[in-house]
């Protein structure tokens, strides 16, 4: 058997995270983990074991992706299909018995199951790595920050605390570790974009930047992901049907399940415009009337000011806030804009499910389910098309900045 060689890089980053002291920051234990699944791709990659190179890894982990959301989603459809079938026959209300409200609850909550397993995906796991790393990141340079403070009371020579020159190397450590996030991020990003465009959301390098620094980028993706895998759900539901057309029972089942889909659709469109209407739009109104009552006071202040180091702080305090002003309603047009693509992807998808429960209701022949379903298919690409996201152009990076800033505020 060969011995493996160790790049003589790759030794001496395990060798200095083998020395951390136990009071470091936490981010320590994640960039650990992060190198491990380096260091493992590296040894795997070389002992010829990946088969990344030939596409057939990703094919497999695609097929085992969708295996898994498919063995997970039929359960939870078939459950929903069975309440659905009881929820005519239920009391308005009850005191002791399941009455509409309890059984309208528990679909709902099934629903919201249904679109947690529907966006499973390799996009959403590249999504969770962008954002790991970004956390590392910001984890670090408060680290370096905390390092330079600390550098200041500390002494130059010593035995047994840190010294000036243990902080330098500790900062330059960082860097140079933040320098290797960013690069991955790049790679990452590109990524992304790609698998987005194998779903079927083709859109430019400056569209993924605006869909992961906005807080309803998320949501746009989660989107991508639920088309495509309801788009391979309902082909499996109609080769099922199609193998099934002798046993009309078993082709209403499988029709039945596809009908959910569409209601688990709408449930996640009306998901995503609540969020909207409920909770980002009036924390936008909010932080936009807190800016504005503080520039109505700096105004004041500056008014009747006339010393110059004080004016020049008030001046950039006034900069800063209507820099803040400016991107709120670039973000506020942004998020309007997003409802209304998806207001009308949801009145698509609403029209369709009519026909769909109208046709399960009164099944004549599984031909005619067959077409719909074919039909279907396309409907999906139309929905992929309308929620194309808004190539958002910024005036500076400050804005771009500010406008991260806001998608933080937002998401808390």
Do not use: C
């Not at 906005?214 to 088309?227: E, F, K, L, N, P």
């Not at 909010?286 to 702080?313: C, F, P, S």
């Amino acid at each position: 058997m060969s011995k493996l060689k160790i790049p003589l890089a790759m030794l001496l980053m395990f060798l200095m995270m083998a020395n951390v002291s136990a009071d470091e920051s936490s981010w320590w234990n994640q960039s650990k983990k992060f190198m491990t699944d380096v260091w493992e791709d590296t040894t795997e990659a070389i002992s010829g074991k990946k088969a990344s190179s030939n596409g057939e890894a990703e094919v497999k982990e695609k097929d085992t992706l969708f295996a898994q959301v498919w063995n997970e989603i039929t359960p939870t459809l078939e459950k929903v299909l069975r309440l659905e079938k009881e929820h005519k026959a239920l009391p308005q209300s009850a005191w002791i018995f399941k009455d509409k409200e309890d059984n309208s609850s528990e679909i709902n909550a099934l629903l919201d199951e249904a679109v947690a397993i529907l966006s499973i995906s390799s996009t959403a796991q590249t999504r969770e790595h962008i954002r790991l790393l970004e956390e590392q990141i910001r984890e670090m340079k408060q680290t370096i920050s905390e390092y330079r403070q600390a550098k200041i009371s500390a002494p130059v020579r010593s035995t047994w605390v840190k010294t000036v020159e243990d902080y330098d190397v500790k900062i330059k450590e960082l860097k140079e570790l933040i320098l290797r996030n960013e690069k991955r991020i790049v790679e990452l990003k590109l990524q992304f974009g790609q698998e987005l465009s194998e779903k079927g959301l083709v859109i430019s390098q400056g569209q993924v930047e605006v869909l992961l620094s906005s807080v309803v980028g998320d949501d746009i993706i989660q989107s991508s992901v639920v088309y495509d895998n309801i788009k391979q759900i309902s082909q499996q539901l109609m080769d099922l049907t199609i193998s099934s057309k002798e046993e009309i029972e078993i082709s209403k089942r499988y029709y039945g399940m596809y009908t959910i889909l569409l209601k688990t659709l709408i449930h996640m469109q009306e998901t995503f415009i609540s969020n909207i209407d409920d909770k980002y739009l009036p924390k936008i109104a909010k932080i936009v009337d807190e800016v504005e009552e503080l520039n109505a006071d700096t105004k004041y202040l500056l008014r009747d000011n006339r010393d110059k180091n004080h004016r020049k702080l008030l001046l950039a305090n006034l900069e800063a806030q209507n820099l803040t002003l400016k991107t709120a309603a670039l973000y506020k047009q942004h998020l309007i804009t997003q409802r209304g693509k998806m207001v009308i992807a949801m009145q698509k998808s609403a029209a369709d499910y009519q026909i769909a429960d109208n046709t399960y209701k009164t099944v004549r022949v599984s031909g005619e389910l067959i077409n719909l379903l074919r039909s279907s298919q396309k409907s999906f690409d139309l929905l992929l098309n309308i929620q194309v996201p808004d190539l958002l152009v910024f005036q500076n990076l400050q804005m771009k900045q500010e406008f991260a800033i806001l998608t933080k505020k937002l998401a808390d």
